[in-house]
């Protein structure tokens, strides 16, 4: 299923895209997509069901905004340095074990939301990331099959960064992880039914329309379902969590100089396979 949330900030209804591409109302089945529905499989089947049935209402999507696809996230677990080609771009070896940081929920909007480049930015840098939606509750998993089954679905996910912020000014990543609007995530939810290897989705990034970053999952140093057996051993994962399993190689950082960091009026666009499209321009904070 292509699970979604639309409206305007704060008051989004959760819908459903069909098979045909339809927009579904979920309302009179549930109050939102979120952690408490993913873990649900009773509530997830109905869903199933009434979309099958044909069955629910119509939505007419002209001129509606779409929201994230989760709500009410606990938190968002990142992975830094996790494809190989990333790492060469950057000069650095790949990490022996997986680098984790974290991104505030709060940095969460839609996909086609407004990013804000933050005051004092010289080095605002695009991440397109494959995001793990957690499913139930995760804690000392020991088995790759454990850690997929803990996986309700995926999106794409827009690490935003701030070089400069996160490299040159002391301390851990967070402060140029963490600036508003820098996690637009969405549109939807694609359940993992759908998926059936996150080791072989396509993404890409343009900017102002130039492709900058054109990779594959199958890149990465640390698989998904490591990915999530390993942070499970490092803390407990819920449904409703997210991990940002990282980016390939073609961010701005990678660049020879002049490196061609986003400004105000810069759009970027990107998308994974399977799983939707993102747009966003960029204004001053």
């Not at 839609?110 to 840098?125: E, I, Q």
């Not at 000392?140 to 454990?146: G, N």
């Not at 190689?249 to 993102?278: C, F, N, S, T």
């Amino acid at each position: 299923m292509k699970l979604l949330r639309v409206g305007p900030v704060g008051t989004e209804r959760p819908a459903l895209l069909d098979d045909s591409g339809t927009l579904r109302d979920l309302s009179g089945l549930v109050s939102d997509i979120d952690g408490a529905l993913l873990a649900d499989e009773g509530k997830l089947a109905r869903i199933r069901t009434a979309a099958a049935s044909g069955e629910l209402p119509r939505l007419d999507g002209a001129g509606l905004r779409t929201g994230p696809p989760v709500a009410r996230i606990g938190k968002i677990v990142c992975i830094g340095l996790n494809y190989h080609d990333h790492a060469r771009e950057t000069g650095a070896a790949p990490p022996a074990e997986p680098i984790l940081f974290m991104k505030a929920p709060d940095t969460v909007v839609g996909p086609d939301d407004t990013v804000l480049v933050p005051r004092d930015s010289v080095k605002t840098d695009w991440e397109v990331e494959l995001a793990v939606v957690i499913g139930r509750t995760a804690r000392y998993l020991e088995t790759d099959a454990q850690a997929l089954a803990a996986v309700a679905g995926y999106a794409v996910a827009h690490d935003v960064s701030e070089r400069a912020f996160q490299i040159e000014r002391g301390g851990q990543w967070d402060k140029g992880k963490n600036c508003e609007t820098f996690n637009p995530l969405g549109p939807w939810l694609v359940t993992a039914d759908e998926i059936p290897d996150p080791q072989n989705l396509g993404l890409r990034l343009w900017v102002n329309g130039e492709l900058k970053q054109n990779g594959t999952t199958a890149e990465q140093i640390f698989p998904v379902a490591e990915v999530v057996r390993y942070v499970s051993r490092f803390m407990t994962l819920y449904p409703g969590d997210i991990i940002n399993t990282g980016t390939p190689a073609g961010v701005a950082m990678g660049h020879p100089e002049p490196k061609p960091y986003l400004r105000a009026g810069d759009v970027v666009e990107l998308e994974i396979d399977g799983l939707g499209r993102q747009r966003q321009e960029l204004k001053d904070a």
